[in-house]
């Protein structure tokens, strides 16, 4: 057993333009966060990890950086950001900031500098090519769509961007750059954040040339070195986002030892309801036999060797009981279910802000309703090549980020509650049933659910220590797993279907104490148990 605050911890995470509004400008910021610390504090949670908040001309919605010391005016100031981490700590909830240090924006004075000439001191700061124009050095294409090189006449030569053009990648290799970073992340440690989320951390060590993006030959080097500069000697928080971490690296990541990050943020299980090999859009039915092989594979795999966040959601990704659950009929109970599901697993819990009450995707049906890049590219592109706009809007409907990133629906009046302005970004079209206050007047809502799971962390060790073990690997419908710690014993047993589903525990579940169900009646089962569409049980016994 090896201690650390943040294995006992559960994170939620913030999405800063989406959360509250305080000045009316339709855009949530730093001292609208402030006002919802209570809220956040009865919840239970006690780590805010906030997306970036950073100076940017916001291309990536703060992913694209221009400063990488100042917030951005849209979100406030840095005294609002010293008042929010202070207010945070009186309510025993630490701040994690977003560190984004694979890419700049095109608009950071280094990279309006290093496109001067090639001889600037700059220059080296990104990765440049020659070439011709109209003929990139290579076909790598980037994740936002289009070529992943983009031509400067004034020098006469590519930069390499593996997200929009508005994000050039930094050159790793370059000392100079890599100091400039850690004294920025010194900079936000001496303010007293609790720790960072590195954005895709696994893309910095990069060698275009070979097609390399993630996982380069330099990638733990240059971790290294940042962990031994900056927060080595701390107990600070590190989050490495890596879509190309797998079972066999993630120990390398999150070592114990800590000579890179606490835990890895990785995406195995998340992106199985896409056809294998293709984009995210290309859709596929998700297979429960699929997903639980690979939760066992990091449940498993990983125990004493690193640590894993355990997540449904986030601001990339659409809401998990639209996607996975059902946002009809059932939306209460399949959220419950998903939510115990993850969150009797090992691993540190992450909550994405919305989905302790429940809230679905938004059912956008134009275009026009989107403004994530990502999304908008995506639909030019494939418009193009002569898909159907309406067949696009049902992909971007279930697919698309900005699902993830309506505003916060507090009550049903205006907007939500969340600005007194325009929202940049409309609510979901429920929003006046699926609101915090609704869920705060309902004692079986979706929100006191997520309470419960969040103080059962905080006294069950067992859920922080214990093994993991699938009971039912092949079943179709069925999620049914055990774990153990120091003779205690936790069955869980979850629906994924909307229909009744029958099970006969090896175990006789009647002399156990059943803790929580989703549905409102709670009798304890005598022997066998047929589950209903999207129940979730468990007991836990000794
Ligand atoms: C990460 C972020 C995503 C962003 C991308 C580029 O995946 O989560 O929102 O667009 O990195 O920074």
């Known amino acids: 057993m ?37 809220y956040l504090k009865d919840l239970g949670v006690n780590v805010l990890w906030l997306c970036p908040i950073m100076d940017s001309p916001m291309d990536d919605n703060g992913y694209d950086i221009s400063d990488y010391c100042d917030i951005d005016p849209m979100f406030g100031t840095l005294a609002d950001m010293d008042n929010l981490i202070t207010e945070a700590k ?18 950071h004075r280094w990279f309006q500098e290093a496109k001067k000439s090639r001889d600037n001191p700059y220059h080296d700061y990104y990765v440049w090519r020659d070439g011709v124009e109209g003929t990139p050095p290579n076909k790598m294409r980037a994740t936002f769509g289009g070529s992943a090189w ?22 790793w290799d370059n000392p100079a750059l890599r100091q400039e970073l850690y004294k920025a992340i010194r900079f936000w440690m001496d303010k007293g954040v609790g720790g960072f989320r590195l954005d895709v951390i696994d893309q910095i060590a990069k060698d275009p040339d070979l097609g390399i993006t993630s996982n380069g030959p330099m990638l733990h080097a240059y971790i290294r070195e940042l962990n031994a500069n900056t927060f080595g000697s701390t107990d600070l928080v590190t989050v490495g986002e890596a879509w190309g971490a797998n079972v066999q690296n993630a120990p390398i990541f999150s070592d ?20 294998p090999g293709k984009a995210k859009w290309d859709l596929a039915p998700l297979q429960l036999s699929a997903l639980k092989e690979v939760l066992t594979k990091w449940q498993v795999g990983l125990h004493g060797k690193g640590w894993n966040s355990l997540f449904w959601n986030n601001h990339d990704l659409p809401r998990i009981v639209s996607r996975w659950g059902n946002d009809g009929a059932y939306r209460q109970e399949s959220a419950k279910m998903l939510a115990a599901a993850i969150h009797l697993m090992r ?36 418009a193009a090549q002569g898909q159907s706009p309406d067949e696009l809007l049902a992909i971007l409907a279930s697919k698309s980020r900005d699902n993830s990133r309506t505003p916060m629906p507090w009550h049903a009046g205006e907007n939500g509650g969340f600005s007194d302005g325009e929202p940049w970004i409309g609510l979901g079209d ?57 003779g205690q014993t936790l069955v869980v047993a979850a629906n994924l279907s909307r229909e009744l589903q029958a099970w006969q525990p090896a175990e006789a579940p009647g002399e156990w104490k059943m803790i929580i169900s989703n549905y409102a009646e709670t009798t304890p089962r ?11 049980i468990w007991w836990l016994q000794g």
């Not at 309510?91 to 608009?107: A, F, G, T, Y």
């Not at 006046?432 to 006294?459: C, G, H, M, W």
């Open 90 to 107: 009186k309510h025993h909830i630490r701040i994690i900031m977003d560190l984004v240090l694979n890419h700049s924006s095109d608009e």
């Open 526 to 536: 005598p022997t066998g148990l047929t589950l209903r569409p999207f129940e979730a």
């Open 256 to 275: 114990p030892r800590g000579k890179e990050f606490s835990m890895v943020f990785q995406f195995e299980h998340i992106g199985l309801d896409q056809i």
């Open 2 to 38: 090896d201690r650390k605050w943040w294995k006992e911890s559960i994170v939620y995470q913030i999405y800063p333009s989406s959360f509250q509004d305080s000045d009316g400008d339709g855009i949530g910021d730093l001292n609208g966060i402030r006002s919802r610390l209570d």
């Open 430 to 486: 429920n929003y006046q049933e699926i609101n915090v206050e609704a869920a705060l007047a309902d004692p079986d809502s979706v929100f006191y659910a997520y309470q419960q799971l969040i103080t059962l962390r905080k006294t069950l060790p067992l859920l922080t220590w214990g093994d993991y073990e699938d009971l039912l690997p092949e079943h179709p419908s069925l999620w049914c797993y055990r774990r153990q710690w120091q």
């Open 150 to 171: 983009t031509w400067v006449p004034e020098v006469g030569q590519y930069y390499f961007h593996q997200f929009s053009i508005k994000q050039p990648d930094l050159n």
């Open 347 to 382: 691993g540190t819990p992450y909550i994405y802000q919305g989905e302790e009450i429940g809230m679905t995707n938004p059912h956008f049906s134009s275009i026009s309703d989107y403004r994530d890049v990502e999304s908008h590219n995506m639909f030019i592109e494939r």
